[in-house]
């Protein structure tokens, strides 16, 4: 089926960078959203970023201005940069995507594994 695999996470010191990918692979038709979701210890999972097959994009009003969602059609990868890391950013970072699967209509949501992102001095 479809398979979602994160990569990039690890520990960043307070102000440092990391850029997530997330590979999209299988029997793919069209994907029509992918994002970037986290989920804290003890929290929800919330949104981070999404962005469409149009090129529009989303963020959460905690990340404007620092992380930035981008992606590569022919890799059928997404990207998310994210800058000055804050301790708060700290998180599970889950890719998302909505696909259509090769011989059918209807839209279906997949999920990667997660990546931990720690930011700690």
């Known amino acids: 089926q479809v398979q979602l695999v994160e990569s990039g996470g690890g520990l960043v010191q307070p102000g440092g960078s990391l850029r997530l990918s997330c590979a999209a692979s299988?029997?793919?038709?069209?994907?029509?959203?992918m994002g970037w979701y986290r989920q804290a210890p003890g929290k929800q999972r919330d949104l981070v970023a999404s962005i469409t097959s149009g090129g529009s994009t989303n963020y959460a009003d905690s990340v404007k201005g620092r992380f930035t969602i981008s992606k590569d059609n022919a890799k059928k990868t997404v990207y998310l940069q994210m800058n000055s890391l804050k301790p708060e950013d700290t998180a599970v970072y889950y890719c998302?995507?909505?696909?259509?699967?090769?011989?059918?209509?209807?839209?279906?949501?997949?999920w990667g594994q997660g990546t931990q992102v720690t930011v700690s001095s």
């Open positions: 299988g029997s793919i038709s069209s994907i029509y959203t």
């Open positions: 998302s995507a909505r696909v259509t699967i090769t011989g059918q209509l209807t839209q279906r949501n997949y």
